[in-house]
Antibody
Framework: QLQLQESGPGLVKPSETLSLTCTVS??????????WGWIRQPPGKGLEWIGN???????YYNSSLKSRVTISVDTSKNQFSLKLSSVTAADTAVYYC????????????WGQGTLVTVSS | SYELTQPLSVSVALGQTARITCGGN??????VHWYQQQPGQAPVLVIY???IRPSGIPERFSGSNSGNTATLTISRAQAGDEADYYC???????????FGGGTKLTVL
């Protein structure tokens, strides 16, 4: 049974960099059948896609966040990570990691989500 | 950029059929996926590629997609179906995942 688990600080100061890691268990992050992705959800609002990464390191980012986002993968640890720079209160959200399927990009497995609050 | 439009809310009587729409330009040419999100929980995939149910999803959930509208249909609605529902596609022109704004389903 594939499981994804987000980890990282729950509080980040404005202008700093948000850093989260997603640990994948029960499956290999090096599978050619899947991407690995990040999605966020501000309190009381809808889902916003942040970006995807393939095990080879190829990345795809939401154009509205592209200048501030970096997603990386560590196949040796079966983990992938998100960095979002220059955060503001508008970046306060529940951040989910998920697994998009190669080809149709459906998100068939999600982590439980982690709330990140941007505040001084 | 590609946009998906969902009604903010849909209400359905217990045991009746609910239909949640997702509008987009020529959405019928894309694969549409649907997610259910219960309060405080992560989204769960309930329909993929327009009409396919993942393992464990009740047959009461079905989907269709044609022209400019995709539809999620929930038959014999139950109280446990109350949740937010999101449609999603891949926009090849921007190489990005796109979500609809979400629909809150209320079972009366």
């Amino acid at each position: 049974q594939l499981q994804l688990q987000e980890s990282g600080p729950g509080l980040v100061k404005p202008s700093e960099t948000l850093s989260l890691t997603c640990t994948v268990s029960g499956g290999s992050i090096s599978s050619s059948s899947y991407y690995w992705g990040w999605i966020r959800q501000p309190p009381g609002k809808g889902l916003e896609w942040i970006g995807n990464i393939y095990y080879s390191g190829s990345t795809y980012y939401n154009s509205s966040l592209k200048s501030r986002v970096t997603i990386s993968v560590d196949t040796s640890k079966n983990q992938f990570s998100l960095k979002l720079s220059s955060v503001t209160a508008a970046d306060t959200a529940v951040y989910y990691c998920a697994r998009p399927t190669y080809g149709d990009y459906r998100l068939d497995n999600w982590g439980q989500g982690t709330l990140v609050t941007v505040s001084s | 950029s590609y946009e998906l439009t969902q009604p903010l809310s849909v209400s359905v009587a217990l045991g009746q059929t609910a239909r949640i729409t997702c509008g987009g330009n020529k959405i019928g040419s894309k694969n549409v996926h649907w997610y259910q999100q219960q309060p405080g929980q992560a989204p769960v995939l309930v329909i993929y590629r327009d009409s396919i149910r993942p393992s464990g999803i009740p047959e009461r959930f079905s989907g269709s997609n044609s022209g400019n509208t995709a539809t999620l249909t929930i038959s014999r609605a139950q109280a446990g179906d109350e949740a937010d529902y999101y449609c999603q596609v891949w926009d090849s022109s921007t190489a990005g995942v796109v979500f609809g704004g979400g629909t809150k389903l209320t079972v009366l």
